[in-house]
């Protein structure tokens, strides 16, 4: 005899116990000590190169506003001799980092943000500070009248450095709290981690992004407040869709020969986001999170290091291990992000907003099925 499930049970989703979690107020990510430590203690040193990543993005969409060869892009507008040999020496934060998050936003676009960015209204701002801009300059007008497109669109891209500048002032302010709650003893498990950003995500949800440059004592408007750009919807979640899930492949891990056919042709099928990296390649030339993990390496607390040089290999693969850490902590993170939000409050008694929170986190549970969500487990 066959024995069928019943019609509950059926429709259940393959990664039903998570949805559930979620909608319990609790993490992808297994709640144990450990992973607290390596969350917490990640996040730590992640907002501490945030702070740094925030600052140089935001001084190259102030301060070099389409300047084509900006050589000194790095030194936010203090360059020494010392910070040049520093710099060559390579004892420096890898902002190189930031700009390819920046470049995957840009090119994964989604949001109001990348509407606005091709809209009319966007155009005419951008070509009054571009004129203010090149008025002088001959060559950069023989350019523009050759490739009128070009300017514009790097104007855009300073507009996605301004934005998630921005976002990652937010984050890193919410990170380092983290970590002063956990020193303090207000935050001593995975959920109320989770509990501790989503709040923070929510409170910083409204907050405007704007972006306006200063030509000759004028400023310009890029990113106006009348486009009605906020922090939650235009930024963040672009950047969780196009950092978190779709990333972009790694040189050297897959072919790029398109008859190789390695890669999808259809950019919302990328699954090469932070959810779904292997840590073993960190360390691999083209890999660019290693620049990230490189990075945090310098900014670890000591219960973290300890931690790490308590485990295998102890700190011969801290960049391993720290990729490893980074992975739970952004898991947390889409937790938080993913119960912020929720269509209803996840304890709704309507039968018809619970269908609708169920089927809302249905959805990202799909796109999380191929993704290290059951590695984070172990």
Not at 126 to 132: D, L
Not at 175 to 202: E, M, N, R
Not at 358 to 373: I, K, N, P, Q, Y
């Amino acid at each position: 005899m066959t024995k069928t499930l019943s019609l509950a049970k059926s429709n259940l989703h393959p990664l039903e116990p998570f949805i559930q979690k979620l909608l319990g107020a609790e993490a992808l990510l297994p709640d144990s000590e450990s992973n607290v430590i390596e969350v917490v203690g990640i996040l730590k040193s992640y907002g501490v190169v945030l702070d740094a990543y925030s600052k140089n993005l935001i001084y190259i969409a102030d301060h070099q506003f389409l300047v084509l060869f900006p050589f000194f892009k790095y030194f936010n507008g203090k360059v020494t001799l010392p910070q040049l040999l520093r710099h060559w020496w390579h004892d420096r934060i890898n902002f190189e980092y930031a700009e390819y998050c920046m470049k995957t936003m840009l090119w994964h676009g989604g949001g109001k943000m990348d509407e606005y960015l091709d809209s009319d209204d966007f155009l005419q701002h951008c070509q009054a500070a571009v004129a203010a801009k090149i008025k002088t300059n001959l060559p950069i007008r023989a350019l523009n009248g050759l490739f009128p497109d070009f300017l514009p669109e790097q104007v855009r891209q300073l507009a996605y450095y301004s934005a998630l500048g921005q976002f990652w002032r937010v984050m890193s302010d919410l990170f380092i709290d983290l970590s002063d709650a956990y020193d303090a003893g207000k935050v001593q498990t995975i959920p109320q981690v989770v509990a501790f950003i989503k709040a923070g995500l929510v409170a910083a949800a409204a907050i405007p992004i704007s972006y306006a440059v200063e030509i000759d004592g004028t400023s310009y408007e890029l990113l106006p407040k009348s486009a009605g750009l906020t922090f939650l919807m235009d930024v963040a979640v672009p950047y969780v869709e196009a950092v978190f899930f779709r990333g972009t492949p790694f040189l050297g891990t897959v072919s790029y020969n398109a008859q190789a056919d390695q890669i999808s042709a259809d950019q919302g099928r990328f699954e090469y986001g932070a959810l779904y990296a292997d840590p073993l390649p960190i360390g691999g030339a083209g890999i660019p999170p290693t620049l990230l993990m490189q990075d945090m390496r310098h900014y670890l607390p000591d219960y973290l290091t300890a931690f790490y040089q308590s485990k295998g290999r102890g700190l011969d693969d801290v960049r391993v291990k720290i990729c490893q850490s980074f992975q739970k902590s952004m898991f947390c993170v889409t937790s938080a992000s993913l119960q912020g939000l929720l269509p209803h409050p996840a304890d709704t008694q309507d039968p018809r907003e619970q269908a609708t929170n169920h089927a809302f986190l249905a959805g990202w549970m799909d796109r999380l099925a191929t993704s290290r969500l059951d590695v984070v487990q172990l």
